[in-house]
């Protein structure tokens, strides 16, 4: 019966392709909409996957990874002191103003790291040494910082190792190309020295944006941030910690969450009106078919169980084709990188159910209306 | 309990019944079946305490004016319809004592329809709307289309099995309908006006079918219909007035009756 169940709305092109379209758009707009939105997300944490420290010190009003305040230098030194501290390095974190071969402007991310250790450098070099930021005026730029459209402006082609540009009316050197995750600012990401970068940003009275640490050996992460916070009233993050409470930020401080999730609440809601409506026209117009089943004999259940079977049946097929459109989407643009996008798994799954969701309402309107069918009025004209 | 059918018959049946086809084991048996529909001032009473029996191995004709309450009768003997009183006894068991789930099981075992309007699922081939009653009873596929592939055949519409219902003719979406009525071997076919859609030749060609039908060793065949031409088809006439069966008419009195219907 549930076959031929599946042959009734498939006899019904329209309603079939109403439905399969409609779910898959649904099923479009709230997985793409949610990869996005992912992906947006990510990138406001990108700065702790691209310096992968253990502990970030900020100043005690800082929450999230992407704001500075500054602190004093002497900073460095009172968290070096708190015990189970391995060691803790000065970071400079800014967005400062890059001038291109053929004088153009441009907006970097510049990032200074400790010249001893190097603690908090990018971890994919594509070219050249991390090594000679050691060297005067010499950086690492990301590939996005390379690309013609950014710092290679005025060169006709990407910057390469050997390549100069100017920050603040100092000569950048290029001594490496790394890869970085994109970050939300949008900016390319310039590493230097520590003290370098304090040379290229504009002089301020306090310059130390961030304190980067790493516990001794063997010690909790978390347990070290915590007495790092006790001893000094600055800020300390472990990595899950720092991630949270910038997620937290972003749902608190601007309309991106409640903009996306709008979206992806129409998207539900769209599929439950075209479908429900569509699915309901599908049983008001084989009534007289359902009712003779019932007249020869199908229960109630029986013909539930085929309307669910039939509404799961189109959502699985427009489900597939909505994520697969996802998919595309994410493959195309996976070349650019923009706008963002992250899949997940957890969410394919989640929005199935949605849609599943979608089609068990869209299925139980017709079966109510199924239940109370009198199965005699197959013989009234 | 068991209080024997008293004949209901103004044109009265003899005390000892003629019948040229003698009546078998009872098939059916109704009485004092009230159905009313609506309320208040909308309500109708279509059925006013009426009393109906039928044999097995007979084709038993229901025959009345427009709006005296057959169709309603008809529903509530297959138990698709609920009656508000009376008593309902189909082939021995007591539908009026059944759950409706019961009843609903007692159905699809046992009963076979065929609707005016044909009611075949247009987006389903032939085959497949034959084969819905024995995979309602649990039949797997193949069987079924094996037994709906005979029976198409046997009503003179082999080699269609794969067509869909709307690219066949009225009288062999009818076929088609009595294919998907025999198909399971039902004890009881119940018939809404099947002839009434059809042209008198179409006709004839269905009611021979049925009366086939109904030579099956306990069957029984309920036909609701005013079409007089098929008259001569019947084993027995009951005939209804404003919800209630006034006369039955059997043997040398069935074929006077259906003389005076015919000229008149
Ligand atoms: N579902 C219903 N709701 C309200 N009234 C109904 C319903 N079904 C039947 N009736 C009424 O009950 C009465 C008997 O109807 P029924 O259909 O049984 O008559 P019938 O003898 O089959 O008529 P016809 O020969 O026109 O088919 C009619 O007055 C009809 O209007
Ligand atoms: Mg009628």
């Not at chain 1, 992968?52 to 800082?62: F, G, H, N, P």
């Amino acid at each position: 019966m549930f076959l031929l169940a599946l042959k009734m709305l498939l006899g019904d092109r329209a309603k079939y392709w109403m439905l399969v379209g409609g779910l898959a758009f649904s099923s479009l707009l709230m997985t793409q909409q949610y990869s996005v939105f992912q992906g947006l997300l990510a990138w406001t944490t990108s700065h702790m996957r691209n310096m992968r420290a253990s502990i970030w010190i900020v100043e005690s009003r800082v929450d999230q990874v992407n704001e500075t305040k500054a602190m004093r230098d002497t900073d460095v030194n009172r968290v070096r002191s708190v015990e189970g501290v391995d060691f803790a390095v000065p970071l400079f974190q800014g967005v400062l103003k890059a001038r291109t071969a053929d004088g153009a402007d441009k907006m970097i991310q510049m990032i200074g790291l400790h010249s001893g250790t190097l603690y908090g450098r990018p971890p994919h070099m594509i070219e050249g040494d991390i090594s000679q930021l050691r060297l005067p005026n010499s950086v690492v730029i990301d590939t996005l910082a390379a690309e013609v459209t950014r710092l290679g402006s005025g060169v006709g082609r990407p910057l390469k190792v050997g390549d100069v540009f100017e920050i603040n009316d100092r000569e950048a050197r290029v001594v490496g190309i790394c890869k970085t995750e994109r970050h939300f600012f949008g900016y390319p990401y310039v590493f230097s020295s520590y003290d370098q970068a304090l040379q290229y940003a504009p002089r301020q009275r306090k310059m130390l944006s961030m304190i980067l640490a790493e516990p001794k050996p063997g010690l909790d992460t978390a347990v070290v941030a915590q007495r790092i916070m006790a001893e000094t009233g600055l800020r300390a993050f472990t990595v899950p910690q720092l991630e949270a409470s910038t997620l937290r930020w972003v749902w608190t401080n601007t309309g991106i969450p409640i903009s996306f999730l709008t979206t992806i609440v129409l998207g539900f809601v769209v599929g439950v009106a075209v479908c429900g409506q569509t699915f309901y026209s599908f049983v008001l117009e084989n009534l007289r078919n359902l009712g003779a089943l019932k007249a020869m004999g199908a229960s109630n259940s029986l013909l539930a169980g085929m309307l669910l079977f039939q509404a799961m049946i189109v959502g699985l097929i427009g489900f597939g084709i909505g994520i697969g459109l996802t998919a595309l989407f994410g493959l195309t643009i996976a070349q650019s990188g923009q706008p963002p996008f992250k899949a997940n798994a957890v969410f394919v799954f989640q929005s199935m159910a949605a849609v599943l969701v979608i089609c068990a309402l869209a299925a139980l309107f017709g079966i109510r209306r199924v239940a109370k069918l009198e199965p005699a009025i197959v013989f009234r004209g | 309990m068991t209080t024997p059918f008293r004949p209901v018959n103004s044109v009265s049946l003899p005390a000892t019944p003629v019948v040229c086809n003698p009546p078998g084991d009872l098939a059916v048996g109704a009485r004092g079946i009230v159905k009313a529909f609506g309320v208040g001032d909308a309500r109708t009473l279509a059925l006013k305490g009426a009393d109906f029996e039928a044999s097995q191995g007979e084709l038993h004709l229901i025959v009345g004016p427009s709006g005296c309450g057959k169709t309603t009768l008809l529903s509530v003997l297959a138990g698709t319809l609920l009656s508000d009183q009376g008593e309902v006894n189909l082939f021995g068991t007591r539908l009026t004592g059944l759950s409706a789930s019961e009843v609903t099981r007692f159905r699809c075992r046992n009963i076979g329809f065929i609707f005016q309007q044909f009611n075949l699922i247009p987006t389903l081939s032939l085959v497949e709307n034959v084969s819905v009653p024995l995979l309602l009873n649990g039949t797997l596929r193949r069987e079924a289309e094996a037994k709906a592939t005979e029976r198409l055949r046997q009503v003179g519409l082999a080699g269609r099995e794969r067509q869909l219902p709307t690219q066949l003719s009225g009288g062999q979406q009818q076929r088609v309908a009595i294919a998907r009525a025999l198909v399971h071997e039902p004890r009881l076919v119940i018939c809404d006006e099947p002839t009434s859609a059809l042209d008198s030749l179409t006709g004839h060609q269905i009611m021979e079918l049925l009366s086939t039908a109904a030579k099956a060793p306990g069957r029984c065949v309920l036909i609701v219909t005013h079409d007089p031409r098929i008259y001569g088809y019947a084993d027995r006439i009951s005939v209804m007035e404003d919800g209630r069966v006034t006369h039955v008419h059997a043997g040398v009195l069935l074929s006077s009756f259906i003389h005076s219907e015919n000229r008149s």
